[in-house]
């Protein structure tokens, strides 16, 4: 889906924060797609990322269409940014209703090239930090009535279409997000999880030729090449109350890519 600027008020009166809510280069990231949708909705949303420009980058396009955000440095990968993170987001708005985790990295290395300490780094850096951000804000949902924690995976973590450290690393974040949503539903707080397809973001653009490009366009059901606007506007329906009874889903946002294999394979026929 395009960037069609649609403003409403289907998260009026929340408080957002989402982590890598900047972009690592030019174009539009899963996390500054939800950040903007999210602000669009009336959400105020504290910006978090690791690299305080990106942040600001989202910053200045939510505040240039009159929406409420700002930034806040923090690596999600340190348990005590994490803690600082959902403070400031108190501090700042008053209360915390929605988290979006949507930090994660891969480096495309085989279990046979990979160092332990780079697999440690991607399982910190995607899975544990998930953790550690959940921890501090679930009380503070708590505290408020409830919340909606948005985790972002991949399909990775459902199929193989990437290299192990990052597959295993978001076959957690569905494993976490089911056991957080059956161990906090009784306070209020839903918890779900987007695992976007082979969306056309900066995380992958610069390493992809047209022909490549075009592969991952046409191995999904609907042959559609996606943005990181998809992956927002999922997370808005996760966010609001829209979504009030729903908990625990991992919801594939990938143009049918898990369910069509015969477009990957078309000599099979069937
Ligand atoms: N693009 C795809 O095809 C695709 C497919 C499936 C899943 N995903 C997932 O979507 C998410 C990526 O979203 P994006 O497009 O916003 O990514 P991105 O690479 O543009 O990164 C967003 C921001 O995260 C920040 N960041 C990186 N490490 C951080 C850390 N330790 N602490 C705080 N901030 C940090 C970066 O500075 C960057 O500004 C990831 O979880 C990724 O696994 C992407």
Request: glycine content about 10%; charged content about 20%; some cysteine.
């Given at each position: 889906?395009?960037?069609?600027?649609?403003?409403?008020?289907?998260?009026?009166?929340?408080?957002?924060?989402?982590?890598g809510?900047?972009?690592r280069s030019?174009?539009?990231g899963?996390?500054?797609?939800?950040?903007?949708?999210?602000?669009?909705?009336?959400?105020?949303?504290?910006?978090?990322?690791n690299?305080?420009?990106?942040?600001?980058?989202?910053?200045?396009?939510?505040?240039?269409?009159?929406?409420?955000?700002?930034?806040?440095?923090?690596d999600v990968t340190?348990?005590?940014?994490?803690?600082?993170?959902?403070?400031?987001?108190?501090?700042?708005?008053?209360?915390?209703?929605?988290?979006?985790?949507?930090v994660g990295i891969s480096l495309r290395e085989t279990v046979t090239e990979i160092g332990m300490d780079t697999w440690d780094h991607i399982m910190a850096t995607n899975l544990k930090s998930?953790?550690?951000?959940?921890?501090?804000?679930?009380?503070?949902?708590?505290?408020?009535?409830?919340?909606?924690?948005?985790?972002?995976?991949s399909?990775a973590g459902?199929?193989s279409v990437a290299d192990p450290a990052y597959s295993a690393s978001k076959a957690g974040v569905?494993?976490?997000?089911?056991?957080?949503?059956?161990?906090?539903?009784?306070?209020?707080?839903?918890?779900?999880?987007?695992?976007?397809?082979?969306?056309?973001t900066p995380m992958v653009e610069y390493r992809l030729?047209?022909?490549?490009?075009?592969?991952?366009?046409?191995?999904?059901?609907?042959?559609?090449?996606?943005?990181?606007?998809?992956?927002?506007?999922?997370?808005?329906?996760?966010?609001?109350?829209?979504?009030?009874?729903?908990?625990?889903?991992?919801?594939?946002?990938?143009?049918?890519?898990?369910?069509?294999?015969?477009?990957?394979?078309?000599?099979?026929?069937?």
């Open positions: 889906m395009a960037d069609v600027i649609s403003k409403s008020d289907r998260l009026a009166g929340k408080v957002a924060i989402v982590t809510a900047g972009s030019e174009g539009v899963n996390g500054k797609a939800t950040a903007v949708l999210f602000a669009r909705a009336g959400a105020s949303v504290l910006l978090v990322d690299e305080i420009t990106h942040a600001e980058e989202t910053r200045s396009i939510i505040e240039s269409e009159g929406g409420v955000a700002s930034s806040f440095q923090a340190s348990e005590d940014e994490c803690k600082a993170m959902v403070d400031t987001a108190i501090e700042r708005y008053g209360h915390l209703d929605i988290l979006d985790n949507n998930v953790a550690m951000t959940s921890r501090f804000a679930i009380p503070r949902m708590i505290e408020n009535g409830g919340g909606s924690i948005i985790n972002i995976s399909i459902i199929v569905i494993g976490l997000t089911r056991a957080m949503a059956a161990d906090h539903g009784r306070d209020g707080v839903r918890v779900n999880c987007i695992a976007p397809g082979l969306v056309y030729s047209d022909e490549h490009r075009a592969r991952r366009k046409n191995a999904s059901a609907l042959g559609t090449e996606g943005t990181a606007w998809d992956v927002g506007w999922a997370a808005v329906f996760l966010a609001s109350d829209e979504s009030r009874w729903v908990s625990g889903v991992v919801l594939p946002v990938d143009a049918g890519l898990t369910i069509a294999a015969r477009h990957s394979y078309p000599e099979w026929g069937v």
